[in-house]
């Protein structure tokens, strides 16, 4: 059981929180807090009738940055959309000033845990969050490409009709348009790949996974039960100290940057990330999506 506190109740925030409270009970306690607070506080309320019916007792509340002093982790959903007329790199600046502000406010608290991001650019904040923080590359876990994860397995399940959670198949790199699938580490049970799926099927495969963003936010204005969940799935992992291996986004040394990749989690955070064993069109592919986030990051005004 744990502690966890909320930054951002917007729609990504509440399906954590939503999906956190109403699951297999590793959180005891939940607090939200929002620029706009009168929203934590309603949104609390409404939650605290939903975690009515869990088995153990979860405590719900609005609170403020006092409380991430003794919090396990810290999970940070807020976030600005691009306004009319806004370019790329003033939305990432945007950003990285919420980013700015919220992680000062947390680590003034004494907050001795886990950072766990899910704002976009997703790589850029949590190398921010990284920079800001000042704390151990362990502690900082972005959501990384678990979501892009999530939409392959269930875009292969439904190709060839076969559960999910037997397809060993990850997607790596940036949470964004060069993410990348390395086919040659993935399996179906014990087969690989290969046996089930042509090179027309991945290639369909590969454009669906990084297209399914746009098409729900064209036709429902954003994305966030999926990640929602993903969310709940990497707490969990790190409160259980399971062990659980989770293609989120760490600090690559060798990069200086933070991208996803599969990596086993533990209440420390990041125990160690798995080294892919690419062939070299996978190589470069990887190697131009860390040099995507890169690009991002060098718009950044760091100061
Ligand atoms: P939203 O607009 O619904 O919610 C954002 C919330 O952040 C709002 O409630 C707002 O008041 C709050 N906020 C803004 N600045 C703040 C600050 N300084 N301190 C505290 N709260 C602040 O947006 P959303 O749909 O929930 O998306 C949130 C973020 O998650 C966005 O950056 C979005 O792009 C990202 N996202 C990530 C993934 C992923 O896979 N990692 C998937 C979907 C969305």
Request: charged share 20%; proline share 3%.
């Amino acid at each position: 059981m744990g502690k966890v506190v909320l930054i951002g109740c917007g729609n990504v925030g509440m399906s954590y929180a939503y999906s956190l409270v109403t699951s297999k009970n590793k959180v005891s306690e939940l607090v939200l807090i929002d620029v706009n607070h009168a929203k934590a506080q309603g949104e609390a309320l409404d939650l605290q009738h939903a975690a009515v019916y869990n088995t153990t007792r979860v405590k719900i509340k609005a609170g403020d940055y006092t409380d991430c002093c003794d919090a396990n982790i810290v999970c940070i959903c807020a976030g600005a959309i691009m306004q009319p007329g806004e370019t790329r790199p003033q939305l990432l600046n945007r950003n990285y000033k919420i980013m700015q502000n919220i992680v000062g406010q947390v680590v003034e608290s004494g907050f001795k845990g886990i950072y766990l991001v899910a704002t976009n650019p997703l790589d850029v904040m949590t190398y921010a969050v990284l920079r800001l923080s000042g704390v151990k590359p362990r502690k900082v876990i972005g959501s990384g490409t678990t979501l892009d994860t999530a939409r392959l397995r269930h875009l292969i399940g439904e190709e060839i009709n076969i559960h999910p959670k037997n397809i060993h198949s990850y997607v790596v790199g940036e949470h964004g348009d060069t993410a990348m699938v390395p086919w040659s580490c993935s399996f179906i049970g014990l087969n690989k790949i290969d046996q089930f799926l042509n090179e027309e099927q991945r290639k369909k495969i590969v454009y669906q996974v990084r297209n399914s963003a746009y098409e729900i936010i064209e036709k429902k204005g954003s994305t966030y039960y999926g990640i929602g969940i993903c969310l709940k799935d990497i707490t969990e992992t790190i409160l259980e100290d399971s062990g659980g291996i989770k293609t989120v986004s760490v600090y690559s040394p060798e990069h200086d940057t933070c991208f996803g990749m599969p990596a086993i989690l533990c209440k420390r955070g990041v125990v160690r990330t798995l080294k892919l064993e690419l062939n070299t069109i996978e190589q470069k592919k990887l190697d131009e999506s860390i040099s995507a986030i890169k690009e991002m990051c060098s718009q950044i005004n760091w100061e």
